[in-house]
């Protein structure tokens, strides 16, 4: 059972590129989220959904875009990624109710 | 808006000591869960215990406690018996009994363990 996998592990971007994080759970979770990680500090949600094609933006979603076709995959979009947007990106997944988020194993992606 | 406030950027305890990590939030709710989760070196974040807000009892899990004070919005995380591997980054997080279940976190602790 691999949980919630997250793709690539490690990206160094250039100001301005663009890039898709990858993130697929196998629970059948109909919940799903995409947080960030600034060095010292605490996880701040960017996006989350639902269920398939149900998306709603977090606390902090600017220069970020997601979809969800499907209830196994989240992709998160970076649009003209910039220096601020340098942190540690996880994916997590839940069912809906009293029952804890799963987390993927982080994106540390780095913007010079 | 909810928010969840650790006010210990770091702590440190000798090995088979106990150790208490502090965490208070805000919010107008009256239901809702709260979490402890460890993040070692690996990023990988992992839950360590959860509450019940409408439960009075605290949760224990093992060595991990907590001691939950619903009326001043404060929930500690205790870790008796300190091992080596207990060493991490630890968040306190909320989240709404409704909704989204959207976690809300604190800006964690990073705890060292002594031998």
């Known amino acids: 059972n691999a949980g919630v996998t997250q793709t690539p592990k490690f990206r160094i971007l250039k100001i301005g590129q663009s890039m898709t994080l990858q993130c697929t759970q196998d629970?059948?979770?109909?919940?799903m989220y995409w947080y960030r990680q600034d060095p010292g500090m605490g996880l701040k949600l960017i996006y989350y959904?639902?269920?398939?094609?149900?998306?709603d933006k977090g606390e902090v979603p600017n220069g970020y875009n997601v979809s969800r076709s499907t209830t196994e995959d989240f992709p998160l979009r970076l649009e003209l990624a910039a220096p601020s947007q340098t942190s540690v990106y996880f994916c997590a997944s839940s069912h809906e109710g009293p029952y804890e988020q799963y987390f993927g194993p982080g994106t540390r992606l780095t913007v010079t | 808006a909810q928010t969840v406030t650790q006010s210990q950027p770091e702590m440190s305890v000798q090995e088979a000591e106990t150790v208490t990590l502090s965490c208070t939030y805000d919010t107008s709710e009256s239901d809702y869960y709260l979490f402890w989760y460890k993040q070692p070196p690996s990023r990988q974040m992992i839950l360590v215990i959860r509450q019940e807000a409408y439960k009075q009892q605290n949760a224990t899990e093992n060595r991990f406690s907590v001691n939950f004070q619903k009326a001043a919005k404060s929930f500690s995380l205790k870790i008796s018996d300190s091992q080596l591997g207990d060493a991490a980054m630890y968040f306190c997080a909320y989240r709404s009994f409704q909704g989204a279940q959207k976690l809300v976190f604190g800006q964690g602790t990073r705890l060292t363990i002594n031998p």
């Open positions: 959904s639902v269920g398939a094609g149900i998306t």
């Open positions: 629970m059948n979770h109909n919940y």
